[in-house]
């Protein structure tokens, strides 16, 4: 993701929690005012009695971390090849090893496209939740009288 693209979209999430915000004050809601769009969000949903928007940020989290978890492995052996082929021994071939040893190259190969996959469901998770959770959300709220 780029630099131009992760500012636009943060300053989309500080717009609509600025909306949350004015919604919560205009319409007198008994909700806590959060920092956090995420969080507003849910304490939102939680005031109508509803948990789909929580549900859905905890498995995005989860398949975050799942995926931080197993990516780390892969760029462990990476790391300690190019460290150990790198400063402790220069004239040892570490490409070769690792042609020698193919658990050590079918391993990493299983957990990225594990990542991957991890990912491209982060990717749904995330679209579900602000393209379609979200709006519906801001719908239930009647925030589109405003």
């Not at 809601?29 to 939102?44: A, E, G, T, W, Y």
Request: proline fraction near 3%; hydrophobic fraction near 45%.
């Amino acid at each position: 993701m780029n630099v131009g693209r992760s500012v636009l979209r943060s300053l989309e999430f500080s717009h609509e929690l600025d909306l949350l915000h004015k919604h919560i004050t205009h319409s007198q809601l008994p909700v806590r005012k959060s920092d956090s769009f995420d969080n507003q969000c849910i304490l939102l949903e939680q005031y109508l009695g509803e948990d789909t928007f929580q549900s859905t940020y905890k498995k995005m989290k989860r398949v975050n971390i799942l995926s931080g978890l197993f990516a780390l492995p892969v760029l462990l052996i990476v790391a300690a090849a190019f460290v150990y082929g790198r400063w402790i021994d220069r004239d040892y071939d570490v490409f070769g090893f690792f042609v020698e040893h193919p658990v050590l190259y079918i391993v990493p190969a299983v957990l990225i496209v594990v990542t991957l996959v991890l990912a491209a469901f982060h990717s749904l998770l995330r679209r579900k939740l602000y393209g379609r959770t979200y709006p519906e959300l801001k719908y239930k709220l009647q925030m589109n009288v405003i």
